[in-house]
């Protein structure tokens, strides 16, 4: 299985090749520009789909298509080891194919000094597929850090209303966030005594013999607040809303559709199996805090006037159900959040996308001022009623994000029953918001401010350039909902070698 | 001292192993005699000739082998010793050297000083620095640090035209003479306890390292010796800029010359380490004293350089205080060496990746800086990427290095001593050590923010405004070189660490 290896290292490798190669470009023009850079988000995403096809959990082991190089960090046990397993690989895919409708998206953008942005977002998609490729725990946090810095960078240089001190909040949160989670790394790598950062082999010393009580407890604890602050967890959420309010909309669909999915990765990847006491010490802290991410912010999501500011929410008030998921350990729960990362990331990118377009037809974000878009742009309200069910997590077959709900609530309730409660409650409110939102910008009279904007500017349906990215990441998201089994089959076989997931299961 | 002594002096002299010091020394004098020699015209040509000097040195000390041009151990009477470690602190020097001679050439061009000097007395520093990290005596190392300080006092004043030079070479001859002070107190107490003869361990030569060790070690609470200790200490951490000698910084950064600010930023530092890490070796007798000193003042270095510099406008004060807070991790690496071998070699990793992003953060500064340098603010950074986006390039890897972003060399650098922290169980400064990471990246971050991202200003649209010069235009290919040696190696370094992986491992 590791005949295709290079498929993965190349995966890392375009991105940055093209990143550079875009801002060499940059002298000959807007097309050379936008050939290089889509290229340079096409190829990972062929390549991962072609990886997607030939996985097979029956004869890939641990990791598949796997790869290992010494960078010249042995000292302390740290190689660039690659590979896929059935929790990596659907994110892996999902990243490459947001990855590569924000890139659509981007280079058809009128934003200022276009290489610039288009090297920043190329950068940011590379460190992204090393995410997901990482077996080594200290180029699994390289490269997350490796995606996160352009974030910054792209929100104060291309943002909207308040970007400067959306920028510093994001990375004075987010620097926190990591240090604590690079703490916990290095905690379970000196802890250990495998002296090694890589996931396999602390695995097994760990199986062998697993650390003491009191270490899991902190190093959990210094994990479970890292990884919670990438994630938004509440109450350390607020940098989320207002930094995918300012961010510009490709940034915003990387991080809030693939980049932030790092920490619950983490958690599920790294700190549970290698942590079991740490997550049991910390069990109900979780809970607490995840439903303050549902109820809470699910409140706050309702009183939202901004539609970006709505996505930004809700996308945080979603991150609640993944820790319960986590929380009930157990195959399916688990099963479930990753689903959900998958889902959730391709509708959130697919909104914050759509809610962009809809501000160039309608120059604002308030939902109070628009109305009535339906009619001048029905496609445009199709993708974004379609976007928006599937965010609620609407039943209907074709929308992933029921599946992924729907087997988290049932581990949900197989853990702890009374949540149930709470989770269903969340899903009216995102019910409200979601369909208000829809009845606002696209039925109903078409608003007084919007009648007055259609004189300045004229209002078009979607583009064909605007169709493709959103059809990219449509396509994906019924492919996925239609036929679940693509993406758990594999995840479950991991997820099963994993005895902390699998001996909960009931 | 008997006849015999200076016979062992004369047996023991290996003039070959110090070559590279008194070639310096020829070269220092040859441009001197340069400067009368050739006719005006030629005067240009002498800067370049002394980095041409300089790399020549620094080839033939690299090509020549890892350890005292293969010489190790003792020599000229026990006055020197030769290690790899010593070894890399000579290129460190040497390295740092000829990265400010190139920012004298740029700074000095500006003015109508004499030139020469300015070259002659740096290299006069750096071959006093070099030998400073390999003595192995009390009086050798007392002689070399005068020297390069004699220098120091000169080279902060010599834009004598300008007050705030003579302002800061006045401080800072006030205050190193306080320190040397303090030093050779705590010497001639140690010289007092060591060469009683009544007590074990006593010897004729107690300045010697090795004697004063043993000394040490057979009389661990003599109070003479602890007060020594204490005062040599003292002594260093005024060098280093360690908190509560760190006040003399900000000012005397401020009104030096900005090559001069460099020198003492990276050399003066580096000198202190050095020096540090040879005698935590001889005061090992005293640990239990010696390390819980060091610990309380990493920590408060840390807190007083980061919390210090938050609200600094004023570049070079910044970068001053920021040095501050990166003397505190090093100290943490000092104190971690005690139980982990290898964090001498982060130590060490450390300050080459601060001496690279230093000097292109110093590089840009030079540029940047006009007649009067020392009134440098964030303000003066303005749309530095649009003005000149090669020099914002280097200041943007320059500060995310000194930040310690991955990937850069900065990170790897503050990754390796945390683990070796986290081994050595340093968790309080370990904690204190994550606070001053994440609120250093404010500081940074404000860097960052002036140079690239756009500040709305106020601006009469009558009104022309007048032109300002660009930054850098007369950058030459020699200039573009040295910028990109810094960057590029701070880059590189960050992710491929394997040509120094055998070294690191110790």
């Not at chain 1, 288009?118 to 490729?133: E, P, R, T």
């Not at chain 1, 999915?261 to 069990?283: H, N, R, T």
């Not at chain 2, 004697?211 to 070690?217: K, V």
């Amino acid at each position: 299985m590791n005949d295709f290896a290079s498929l993965v290292q190349l995966s890392i490798a375009v991105p940055i090749i093209a990143a550079f190669l875009t801002l060499y470009v940059g002298k000959w023009g807007r097309p050379a520009v936008q050939i290089v850079s889509v290229t340079g988000f096409a190829l990972p995403a062929i390549f991962a789909l072609f990886l997607w096809g030939f996985y097979d959990p029956a004869i890939a082991g641990d990791y598949a298509f796997v790869s290992k190089m010494d960078t010249g960090l042995s000292i302390i046990g740290v190689s660039l080891h690659l590979g896929l397993n059935g929790i990596g690989l659907p994110l892996f895919v999902m990243a490459s194919v947001v990855g590569l409708a924000a890139g659509l998206f981007a280079a058809q953008s009128k934003a200022e000094n276009l290489p610039r942005y288009l090297f920043c977002l190329l950068i940011m998609q590379g460190g992204l597929m090393g995410v997901f490729a990482s077996i080594d725990l200290f180029f699994f946090y390289f490269f997350h850090e490796l995606a996160l810095i352009p974030t910054f960078i792209m929100v104060g240089i291309w943002g909207g209303r308040d970007r400067n001190y959306a920028a510093m909040k994001m990375t004075i949160y987010l620097t926190l966030g990591a240090m604590l989670s690079l703490v916990g790394l290095i905690a379970i790598y000196v802890k250990s005594g495998a002296d090694s950062f890589d996931l396999i082999t602390l695995k097994a010393h760990l199986a062998e013999a697993p650390l003491a009580e009191s270490v899991q407890d902190y190093a959990f604890g210094l994990l479970l607040f890292g990884f919670g602050i990438l994630v938004s967890l509440w109450p350390l959420h607020t940098w989320a809303p207002l930094g995918y309010g300012a961010a510009p909309s490709s940034a915003a669909m990387l991080h809030a559709g693939v980049l932030k999915k790092f920490g619950l990765y983490g958690l599920i990847q790294v700190a549970v199996p290698l942590l079991p006491d740490g997550l049991k010490q910390w069990e109900s802290w979780i809970v607490w805090l995840a439903l303050g991410n549902i109820l809470i912010i699910g409140l706050i999501t309702m009183a939202q006037r901004d539609l970006k500011q709505m996505i930004g929410y809700s996308s945080v008030m979603h991150m609640g159900y993944a820790f319960l998921g986590i929380a009930a350990m157990s195959v399916l729960g688990v099963g479930g959040v990753v689903f959900m990362m998958v889902a959730h990331g391709l509708t959130v990118a697919l909104l914050f996308m759509l809610s962009t377009m809809i501000h160039h037809r309608t120059q604002t974000f308030e939902m109070d001022e628009m109305g009535g878009l339906s009619k001048k742009a029905p496609v445009l309200s199709a993708f974004f009623v379609c976007a928006m069910m599937a965010s609620i997590a609407l039943p209907g077959p074709g929308l992933a994000n029921f599946w992924a709900e729907l087997s988290i609530f049932i581990a949900i309730y197989q853990f702890k029953s009374w949540l149930i409660y709470a989770a269903v409650a969340g899903i009216v409110i995102s019910a409200i918001y979601g369909l208000r939102a829809i009845a606002n910008v696209f039925f109903g009279e078409e608003s007084e401010e919007f009648v007055e904007s259609q004189k300045e500017f004229a209002v078009s349906d979607m583009t064909w350039a605007e169709r493709v990215p959103a059809l990219i990441l449509i396509i994906v998201m019924f492919f996925i909902g239609f036929f679940p089994k693509t993406v758990t089959e594999s995840l479950n076989d991991s997820l099963a070698k994993e005895a902390v997931y699998a001996q909960t299961e009931q | 001292m008997s006849t015999e002594y200076f016979q062992k002096i004369a047996e023991t002299n290996v003039w070959g192993a110090i070559a590279p010091e008194l070639a310096l020394g020829i070269l220092a004098l040859a441009l001197l005699a340069m400067e009368v020699i050739l006719p005006k015209v030629a005067h240009g040509l002498i800067p370049r000739l002394a980095i041409l000097g300089q790399l020549i040195i620094l080839g033939v000390m690299l090509t020549a082998g890892s350890s005292g041009l293969g010489y190790t151990g003792e020599a000229f009477g026990g006055m020197l010793s030769f290690s790899e470690t010593g070894q890399l602190f000579r290129a460190f020097f040497l390295g740092t050297s000829i990265f400010v001679s190139y920012l004298g050439m740029v700074s000095l061009e500006k003015k109508t000083l004499p030139q020469v000097e300015y070259f002659h007395i740096l290299l006069v520093i750096t071959g006093a620095l070099m030998l400073l990290a390999q003595a192995n005596h009390f009086v050798m190392l007392f002689v070399a640090l005068e020297t390069a300080t004699v220098g120091f006092y000169i080279l902060v004043s010599y834009f004598r035209d300008k007050a705030v030079s003579l302002e800061a070479g006045l401080k800072y001859l006030i205050m190193g003479a306080l320190s040397s002070s303090i030093l050779l107190f705590g010497i001639v107490l140690l010289y007092g306890a060591g060469s009683n003869m009544a007590l074990a361990g006593g010897s004729a030569d107690p300045l010697n390292f090795g004697n004063l060790q043993n000394f040490l070690a057979a009389n661990p609470s003599d109070m003479l010796g602890l007060l020594g200790m204490l005062l040599v200490i003292s002594g260093i951490a005024f060098k280093i800029g360690v908190f509560p000698f760190q006040i003399w910084i900000p000012d005397v950064y401020q009104g030096a010359p900005i090559p001069t600010t460099a020198l003492l930023a990276i050399a003066s530092k580096g000198a202190g380490f050095a020096m540090l890490l040879n005698l935590t070796t001889v005061f090992s007798p005293l640990s239990e004293w010696l390390y819980p000193l060091l610990s309380v003042l990493a920590a408060l270095t840390i807190l007083f350089g980061n919390f210090a510099a938050l609200t600094q406008r004023n570049v070079k004060r910044l970068i001053g205080l920021s040095g501050v807070s990166h003397a505190g991790f090093l100290l943490i690496g000092v104190i971690a060496a005690e139980k982990v071998d290898w964090a001498t070699n982060a130590i060490l990793f450390y300050l080459f990746a601060y001496l690279l992003a230093s000097a292109a953060v110093f590089s840009v500064l030079a540029h940047l800086g006009k007649e009067d340098d020392s009134e440098l603010t964030l303000d003066d950074l303005g749309d530095l990427a649009k003005r000149n986006g090669f020099l914002g390039l280097a200041l943007a890897v320059g500060i995310g290095s000194l930040a310690g972003i991955p990937p850069l060399a900065g990170f790897i650098g503050k990754l390796l001593i945390f683990v070796a922290a986290f081994k050595a169980e340093l968790y309080g400064l370990l904690g204190v050590a994550v606070i001053g990471v994440v609120v250093s990246i404010y500081y940074y971050f404000g860097i960052i923010k002036a140079a690239f991202f756009e500040v709305w200003r106020y601006q009469d649209e009558d009104e022309e405004t007048p032109e300002e010069p660009v930054p850098g235009e007369s950058l030459q290919l020699l200039g573009k070189l040295a910028i990109l040696v810094a960057v590029v190696g701070t880059i590189v370094l960050g992710f491929y660490q394997s040509p120094l992986g055998s070294w690191l491992a110790g």
